[in-house]
């Protein structure tokens, strides 16, 4: 490899404080430290999965709720994907991964197009997992996709139980991630667009 795709931060707000490393070119190393149990468990998946080796610290609201987390916690992973990508000089530019998980069924996949749009045709049964609200998968997403300029879809073709769907989009995400971002050797001095620029 050339050079280091890896890229520490820090983002402060008045809601979270988060301190984040991540290299793309890991073995899927992880320390995750949210405050969140449950999101704890998917980024650590999201990691091992992807072969990312991710340090992540959040100090957040969470005696409100996981809200401010886990989007913060998205918008921070975004910009940190994005900036370590660089010039994207030589890489696949796009993933995709079919996940079973049990009952389960998800596909994952996405386009580091420098255009950022989210489609999540899935269906989470509950509202619950543990103590963190469902419906804060999609804000992660959302955040994440957008910081990293992402196009990213998800397609559930089956599932029953809200965790195995939730962890198969986690662990689909870092599967397809780790295509994307790999280096194709044929095409390693070359930007993967007609545009020359993503």
Known sequence: MAAERKVSLERNTAET???LS??????????????????????????RHGRFDLTLKCDGDTQVDY??????????????????????????????????????????????????????????????????DTELVKEFMTALSSNSRMTLHFKMFHGENSHHIIEAMFKGLGRALGEAVSIDEKYKNEIPSTKGVL
């Open 17 to 19: 404080k988060i301190s």
């Open 22 to 47: 991540i290299d793309l070119d890991g073995t899927g190393k992880y320390q995750v430290d949210t405050g969140c149990g449950f999101l704890n468990h998917m980024l650590e998946l999201f990691a």
């Open 67 to 132: 809200h401010h987390t886990t989007e913060d916690i998205g918008i921070a992973l975004g910009q940190a994907i994005l900036e370590a990508l660089g010039d994207k000089k030589g890489i696949r530019r796009y993933g995709s991964f079919l996940l079973p998980m049990d009952e389960t069924l998800v596909m994952t996949a996405l386009d580091l197009s420098g255009r950022s749009y989210l489609v999540m045709d899935v269906d989470i049964p509950t509202e619950k997992v543990g103590d963190f």
